[in-house]
């Protein structure tokens, strides 16, 4: 336990002092939803359809920065230390809390900004929405974590990590999509709670492969 | 032995093509070798004897090598990334061709080659996954980092794919039979009871023969890979 919050620190200071995610994933958020703003423009595509937006720059915003981690890892040659100084899983799990971190403040960000640039965007029920971007976001986080450790190992990092997550993250995207529309519609709780119980299952299932998996990928 | 079988199976298989073309459909069928009409299907109801069971195939390809990316990280024989490979390189074609065949039957049937069903969004899935798989393949050199990565990654798409399966058919609306909102209800794709008995068993012959010609495809992959793969051992 111990080592795990240790190595989240380590995370969150090195990300500190290089703010190499957080200044490029903020301006990632900024120029997508600004191009989103120019290519609707005058239109009004509705709120449903600006559900289905925000989750798109989610996912993208989210793959150009949660397989840092470990690429980074990997770019400066530490890997090799964390392997000597750290347990698999307390390695798998500080990185996991970092992400969950990052996405969180990210997601925030976003879904603020969202809302500040795109007026015709309205919910009829927050408390739903705030409830699928926050099991949204554990679950992308999770199950990319694990992801980025394998890319991390491959040598088109960039390009292979989207191509590696999506069909992975399909179910839980097609789930908080639909979540999402919802709570724009203002169903009741009920209605979101299948999605809810397939949102906390996924969740469930890709930590617990995670856990499994990760000695396999990391050791060399 | 596996002579008599590839000899039973080609003149099974055969069978199953030929009689799944030709047999005529009546409305009142009287003879054994007559199927009845389904209404709303006519005769494109014949597809089921081709496109349901490419979709089990590449399901059941997928398992085959999903079971042996977990024998690769249990005992670490390069054998077994063989196995899983070649499975998944025919499972890969058996999806292509279940998506095709389904194409077609939606083309006629629904309207369009593609609307986006659910059971279709889950086999462009199980494509994608596919494509993954081999793109991360491909991206690594070290032979042994390669299939532990991959093994890693089947088994973490794996276990996604019971969603896409058996979850969200059900939870959504669609056009294949078992969707939520159909007239029969949510449940299995496919009830046996609701088909005419001889075409059951076409069916289910068919579904049987395509599965055995998958592992004898599957067996002669693996025993050319492994003898690339001890040449190169050699050289």
Not at chain 2, 77 to 92: C, E, H, P, R
Not at chain 2, 119 to 147: C, P
Request: glycine share 6%; proline share 4%; aromatic share 14%.
């Amino acid at each position: 336990m111990n080592s795990t919050i240790a190595i989240f620190l380590k995370d969150i200071r090195s990300e500190l002092r290089t703010r190499y995610a957080l200044n490029s994933l903020v301006m990632f958020v900024i120029t997508t939803i600004s191009i989103v703003i120019f290519a609707i423009q005058a239109e009004s595509p509705g709120s449903l359809i600006y559900a289905g937006i925000l989750w798109i720059i989610i996912f993208f915003a989210s793959m150009s920065g949660l397989s840092r981690t470990f690429v980074s890892e990997e770019e400066r040659g530490t890997t090799l230390l964390l392997q000597l100084s750290a347990k698999p899983s307390t390695v798998l799990y500080g990185k996991m809390a970092f992400n969950i971190v990052l996405l969180l403040g990210l997601n925030l960000f976003t879904t603020i900004l969202f809302f500040l640039f795109v007026p015709e965007f309205t919910l009829r029920r927050p408390d739903i929405f705030f409830l699928v971007i926050i099991f949204g976001t554990l679950a992308l986080a999770v199950t990319s974590t694990m992801l980025a450790a394998i890319v991390a190992k491959a040598n088109t990092k960039g390009t292979l990590y989207p191509v590696l997550s999506f069909p992975v993250l399909l179910p839980m995207f097609i789930t908080v999509i639909d979540a999402t529309k919802l709570a724009v519609e203002g169903a009741p709780f009920s209605e979101t709670l299948g999605n809810f119980q397939m949102l906390i299952s996924y969740l469930i299932a890709t930590f617990i492969a995670s856990s499994l998996l990760f000695d396999v990928i990391w050791k060399d | 032995m596996s002579k008599i079988f590839k000899y039973l199976l080609g003149v099974i298989l055969t069978f199953v093509i030929i009689v799944g073309f030709s047999f005529p459909m009546v409305a009142n069928p009287q003879h054994w070798y007559e199927f009845p009409i389904i209404p709303g299907l006519e005769e494109k109801a014949r597809n089921i004897f081709f496109h349901v069971p490419m979709a089990w195939v590449s399901v059941i390809a997928f398992l085959t090598s999903l079971v042996f990316s977990v024998q690769y990280l249990r005992t670490r024989d390069y054998q077994n990334d063989i196995k899983s490979v070649s499975a998944a390189g025919l499972g890969f074609v058996f999806c292509v061709l279940a998506t095709v065949t389904g194409a077609i039957w939606a083309k006629f049937n629904w309207g369009a080659f593609w609307n986006w069903d659910p059971r279709q969004t889950s086999i462009f899935i199980l494509l994608l996954i596919y494509g993954a798989y081999f793109a991360l393949r491909s991206a690594i050199d070290n032979e042994e980092k390669r299939a532990q990565l991959s093994a890693a990654y089947s088994i973490i798409a794996g276990i996604t794919v019971p969603f896409f399966i058996f979850v969200m058919p059900r939870m959504m609306s669609g056009l294949h039979p078992g969707s939520a909102g159909d007239a029969q209800g949510k449940g299995p794709l496919f009830e046996s009871k609701g088909i005419a008995p001889n075409m059951r068993v076409l069916f289910y012959l068919s579904g049987l023969c395509f599965a055995a010609l998958f592992f004898w495809m599957w067996n002669l992959r693996v025993r050319v890979e492994t003898l690339l793969w001890k040449k190169q051992e050699l050289a």
